[in-house]
């Protein structure tokens, strides 16, 4: 062997390794990668409360949403418009599927989160749809005034047949007005 004159000098790597698959992490968040490495579960920062890797704490998430829910303007529900679970978007378009959905999860009016929804009356066409179809420097189609009536009826077509669909709203129907609007309807229902 060949001994050289040069600049060794033992030094020890600073890091942290993940002891289940020996991965070696350097630089700031070391720690907090090796540990995330091969982890199977993690601790809520807020709570306390353990969780699977990679989802996030029940409990909090639900706290945080009632939170965002209860700040939504309130309204009077009539008994009649349709109505949509906030969180995950089931949509109820009468009183006995909300009736039957209180019975099948076991929960309260008040449990459910629920809001008004907004109707969708479909689509308007107007002038854009050219955009595509035009050289740039033409303002008009051709024949656009009969063109733009046509258009005028067909929204006016559209919008009669609404609504197409429901969108879940960020206002919430008062708890006293969906028990009051179930109530009656049952009643009314059953006399
Ligand atoms: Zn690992
Ligand atoms: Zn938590």
């Known amino acids: 062997m060949t001994t050289y004159i040069g600049h060794a000098a033992p030094k020890t790597l600073e890091g942290y390794e993940c002891t289940?698959?020996?991965r070696f992490y350097q630089g700031e968040s070391a720690e907090h990668?090796?540990?995330y490495c091969c982890a199977e579960k993690a601790i809520c920062d807020d709570c306390g409360q353990e969780f699977k890797k990679d989802h996030w704490c029940k409990t909090c998430h639900q706290k945080k949403q009632r939170a965002k829910y209860d700040k939504f303007k309130v309204v009077e529900w009539?008994?009649?418009a349709p109505l949509a679970t906030?969180?995950?978007d089931?949509?109820?378009f009468d009183v006995d599927s909300l009736h039957d959905y209180i019975d099948e999860c076991d929960c309260s009016i008040d449990d459910l989160m629920?809001?008004?929804c907004t109707p969708d009356m479909g689509p308007t066409v107007d002038a854009d749809i050219f955009t595509d179809h035009m050289?740039?420097?033409w303002d008009e189609p051709k024949g656009w005034d009969e063109i733009r009536e046509a258009m005028a009826n067909l929204n006016k077509v559209i919008?009669?047949?609404g609504p197409h669909c429901w969108w879940a709203d960020n206002v919430r129907p008062s708890v006293e007005s969906v028990k009051r609007g179930t109530t009656y309807t049952k009643q009314e229902a059953s006399q």
């Open 20 to 22: 289940k698959c020996h």
């Open 33 to 35: 990668v090796a540990n």
């Open 78 to 80: 009539d008994g009649k």
């Open 86 to 88: 906030w969180d995950d």
């Open 90 to 92: 089931k949509f109820f």
């Open 114 to 116: 629920l809001v008004m």
């Open 135 to 137: 050289p740039e420097d």
């Open 159 to 161: 919008h009669s047949h």
